[in-house]
């Protein structure tokens, strides 16, 4: 296996700039998401990986093969990367098996050769008993997983996923997570998935390129993406939470874990909860807290808060509060709490944004 390198590429359209400046080092076996709002860059991203798109600044490497850079250009066929799309792209008049093979016959390989080939990648996604079906009679799930076998077959070094699940519905989205999950584990490809669905590439993996108008935000595993965002739009973006703002303390880093008893005693000054000191508080220099849902508990001290809307989700309840000074904030319950009640929150623990990022 080889490792996929992004040097500073940039790819513009006119005076556009659909990527620009992006720098990544994929390792070899490594599952890796492009996760973005649309419009973000990630399909283009993924496009100039191919070959289908020509990069206007930068160069992409795969192990010490040159791809592309602005003087060279290796066309698709030839950078042994194998390509999921959206939809399915299967021939309603030829079986399972002959779609699967279709890229195997193309390079002229027929006999055992070719039987073993098409046996072995619809192996990989557990289809070896609707070889001879039509796709035609195949879930969305299953017609997914033949055009994932159909990329395997030629045995490509790098698999590229555009959203392969956007067609799907919830049920079988789960499904198929589980099947690429699966397949990534048995195989050890190196997989490069696009999304817009952050809960997809957060479950699935190992590490993330979040982009917004074409630039990286951050790079990082998913729990560090969840846990240390490093702007207030990415702490948004991924995954619940709330936004508080407290006082800037002069000690204190510029980013990083805050305690309960630190959180707690800021929350108060900044007049989260009615006291006499949150005029003053405000006075001064400000900086963004991400609390995420999970670090609020529902005590019988801490913060005033106004339960506006509880919602009940199956596994738990959620609940949309208002502190004293209007702050929106999110929690989750086990119980049900009645709109309108007033209840005392604690907050266990926040992180520290970069003011203004």
């Known amino acids: 296996m080889e490792g996929l390198t992004i040097d500073g590429v940039s790819k513009r359209f006119g005076d556009h700039y659909a990527v620009r400046s992006l720098s990544l080092t994929i390792e070899p076996g490594e599952f890796v998401a492009l996760v973005g709002p649309s419009g973000c860059g990630k399909t283009t991203m993924l496009r100039m990986l ?18 592309a850079d602005t003087a060279q250009h290796l066309p698709p066929e030839q950078r042994n990367m194998g390509m999921v799309f959206q939809s399915y792209a299967l021939w309603p008049h030829m079986s399972v098996a002959d779609n699967v093979g279709y890229p195997v016959k193309l390079r002229g390989i027929s006999g055992d050769d070719y039987r073993r080939r098409v046996r072995e990648a619809l192996a990989l996604v557990e289809l070896e008993a ?71 590439a957060m479950s699935l993996a190992d590490r993330i390129a979040v982009m917004k108008s074409g630039e990286l935000v951050q790079w990082a595993t998913p729990e560090a993406l969840y846990r240390k965002p490093r702007s207030e739009w990415l702490a948004r973006f991924i995954g619940q939470g709330s936004i508080l703002s407290l006082p800037d303390e002069p000690d204190q880093a510029m980013d990083g874990t805050m305690d ?17 000191e949150h005029t003053t508080a405000r006075a001064g220099r400000c900086r963004p807290v991400l609390v995420r849902p999970e670090h609020i508990q529902l005590t019988g001290q801490g913060l005033s808060a106004r339960v506006e809307r509880s919602i009940f989700r199956g596994e738990r309840y959620e609940l949309n509060l208002c502190l004293a000074d209007q702050t929106p904030l999110l929690a989750y319950s086990s119980c049900a709490v009645p709109e309108g009640s007033e209840v005392k929150v604690t907050l266990s623990q926040g992180w520290c944004l970069k003011a203004g990022a």
Do not use: K
């Not at 191919?50 to 791809?67: K, S």
């Not at 698999?159 to 099947?179: F, I, K, Q, T, Y």
């Open 50 to 67: 191919a070959g289908f798109e020509q990069v206007t600044e930068g160069r992409i490497t795969l192990g010490n093969r040159l791809l």
């Open 130 to 200: 609707y070889a001879e079906s039509s796709p035609l009679d195949l879930s969305g799930g299953q017609r997914q997983r033949v055009a994932l076998a159909r990329c395997l077959v030629t045995s490509p070094s790098v698999v590229l996923l555009d959203e392969p699940l956007a067609n799907l519905d919830r049920h079988l989205r789960a499904s198929m997570e589980e099947c690429f999950r699966d397949f990534h584990r048995r195989t050890g490809a190196t997989l490069v998935y696009v999304t817009h669905d952050q809960g997809e």
């Open 260 to 276: 309960s008893t630190t959180l707690m005693a800021l929350a108060s000054r900044a007049g989260l909860s009615p006291t006499n």
